[in-house]
C-alpha cells in the first residue's frame, strides 16, 4: 500500500503544474504527506503562518488532486509538523524567556518576512521606521500603530518583521488575523469558554492584528476587539494592526473605535515607485550585477505596478521564461516577453470564459448585469490577472472599459472563493486548463 508520503509526492507533481513558481516555492515545496487515516489526508508543513495560508487558499485544489490520486473521496487538513509531533493552529502566543515558560513556543512568524528583507523607499518609509520603533521602544510613540494599504504592498510583512524581531528581543508576543481571531470567539461563546479567549492575550508585551477590516461588519466579534484592545492598551501593550484600508474608510467602525486607533499613528503603504521598484528586483535576482542585468531590471521597473507583489509576479515570470528559453535576462528579452502577443491578455481568454458560460464576448465586457454575466466578467478578470503581466488599469480597460477599483474587486472575490467554493474552483481550473 502507498504511504501518505508517497502520495502527497505525486500530488504535488500534478499541482506544480497547477500552480505558480513562486506560491509552489513558498507554500507546498516544504510540505510533506503524514498519514491518510479515515479518509483524512494530513500535509504537514514547517509553520503556522503556511498552515492557515494552505487552508484558506488551497485546499480545494489539493484535496481534488489527492481524490483523482487516490480513487476515493477524501478530505484535507494541513498541521505544522515537526519530527514527528504535530502542533495544532491556534492563535500564537509567542515567548522568549529562556527556555522557563509553561507555554508552547510556536513558530508562527513566516521566515521569509523579516526588516532585513523589506526593501524601503518613499512609499513605505514612514511604516517602516516606525514599525521599528515599536520594536525597539513598545508601547511608547506609536501606539497603537495602524498599518494599511491595498493588497501586496507589503503590510503582512511587515507586522511579521515586528514579530520577528519582538521575539528576537525577549518579548512576549501574541499574533492573530481577523478571520481568525473571529473563527476562535465565535467557538469560545458556542462552548461558553469567552474568558478562557480573552486570556490568551493577557501578560504579553505586543498584540499584533492582521487584516482588520475582516471584523468590521461582526458586531460581537468587534465589541471583544475592543474589550481587548482597550485592556492591553491600558497596560502600556505595544499594538499592531494592519487593515485594506484607513480606519477614517471603515464606515461601520464606530467613532469610539477610530478615535483609538488614530490616537497613536496611522501609515499607509503606497504602490512602488521606480527606485523602489528597482531595489526590490535587485533584490530579488541576488546576482552580481552586470550593466546588461541592470538595464533589464530598469526596464521592468520603468513598468506602472499596483503592488510589490505585483513586481516580484512579474519577475518570477521572466525569469521562468528565459530559465526554460536556456538564455539570460536581457533588455531585449524583458521587452520581448513583456510585449509578446502571448503574454497580452486577449480576445482568446475572454473567449474562453464565455464560451464556459454560455455568453458572447460582448456580453462579457458590456453592460449585463445579471448573476451568471456577473460571475464570468469577475473569472475572466482572475485569469487575465493570473496570466499575464498586465496591472488592474489594464484588465479594466479589456473588459469593457471598467475602473481599477472593479478589476481588483473581482480578482480579490474570485480570489477568496476559490478557498471556500468547490464548483468554483473546479470551473475555473478547467477554464485555465484550455489557456494556451
Partial sequence: MESAKDIWERALGELQIQVSKANYTTWLRDSQG?????????????????????????????????????????????????????????????????????KTRTNTFNPKYTFDNFIVGNCNRLACTAALET???????????????DAGQGKTHLLHAIGHEAVHNGLRVAYTSGEQFTSEFVSAVRQKQVEHFRSKFRDIHMFLFDDIQFINDKKQTLQSF???????????CQIVITAECSPKDMTLLSNRMKSRFEGGLVA???APDFETCLLILKAKVGAKMTTELDQAL????????????????????????????????????????????????????????????????????????DRTAALARQVAMYLLREHSSYSFVEIGKTLGNRSHATALHGYKKIASELAINPTLCEQVLEIRGKIK
Avoid: M
Fill in 34 to 102: 503524514i498519514s491518510c487515516q479515515d479518509n483524512l489526508f494530513s500535509v504537514g508543513v514547517p509553520n503556522t503562518f503556511i498552515a492557515e495560508w494552505l487552508s484558506k487558499r488551497f485546499s480545494p485544489l489539493a484535496r481534488k488532486t489527492l481524490i483523482e490520486i487516490i480513487g476515493r473521496n477524501v478530505d484535507i487538513q494541513f498541521v505544522v509538523h515537526q519530527g514527528e509531533g504535530v502542533i495544532p493552529s491556534p492563535i500564537a502566543s509567542i515567548q522568549n524567556d529562556g527556555g522557563t515558560s509553561t
Fill in 135 to 149: 520594536v525597539r521602544n513598545p508601547g511608547k510613540d506609536y501606539n497603537p500603530l495602524f498599518i494599511y494599504s
Fill in 226 to 236: 475592543l474589550n481587548t484592545f482597550n485592556e492591553l492598551h491600558n497596560n502600556s
Fill in 268 to 270: 499607509s503603504l503606497q
Fill in 298 to 369: 530598469r526596464l521592468i521597473a520603468e513598468r506602472i505596478y499596483e503592488s510589490v507583489r505585483q513586481v516580484e509576479g512579474t519577475l518570477a515570470y521572466l525569469i521562468a521564461q528565459v530559465k526554460l528559453a536556456g538564455t539570460t535576462l536581457t533588455p531585449q528579452t524583458v521587452h520581448r516577453l513583456l510585449t509578446s502577443p502571448s503574454n497580452k491578455p486577449g480576445k482568446s481568454t475572454l473567449q474562453l470564459v464565455a464560451n464556459y458560460f454560455d455568453l458572447s464576448v460582448e456580453d462579457l465586457i458590456g453592460k449585463k448585469r
